[in-house]
């Protein structure tokens, strides 16, 4: 990662940051995962480009999972949910048709 200029952060060693000419791009990298995001989509197209020619990547699209977490991005907002590893841990433990609890807010 230092060969294409990026810094670890020294709170989380998963997370490495690259600031060029004002241009922030981060990666978050767990074992052979990786999701970038940064404030310049063109930045981010450069960095994917020398991270490519640096690595053995096997693809470069916009993310919707990540560790198991699904991603919805909107204009507006990032949705993060883990409803696929919910539904699979009531199946595991043979819970799949439990009658779900009331919480104290209403789902929007």
């Given at each position: 990662m230092n060969r294409v200029k990026f810094k670890q952060s020294t709170s989380d060693p998963c997370i490495f940051i690259r600031k060029e000419k004002g241009r922030k791009v981060i990666?978050?990298?767990y074992v052979d995962d990786l999701l970038i995001a940064g404030s310049d989509p063109d930045e981010?197209?450069?960095v994917i480009n020398?991270?490519?020619n640096e690595f053995e990547m096997s693809k470069s699209a916009p993310a919707t999972e990540f560790l198991g977490i699904?991603?919805?991005l909107t204009p507006t907002e990032l949705k993060l949910d883990q409803e696929e590893y919910i539904v699979k841990m009531l199946k595991h433990f043979n819970m799949s048709?439990?009658?779900?609890c009331s919480t104290?807010?209403?789902?929007?």
């Open positions: 990666i978050c990298l981010v197209k450069t020398l991270l490519q699904r991603l919805v048709d439990c009658k779900p104290p807010l209403e789902p929007k």
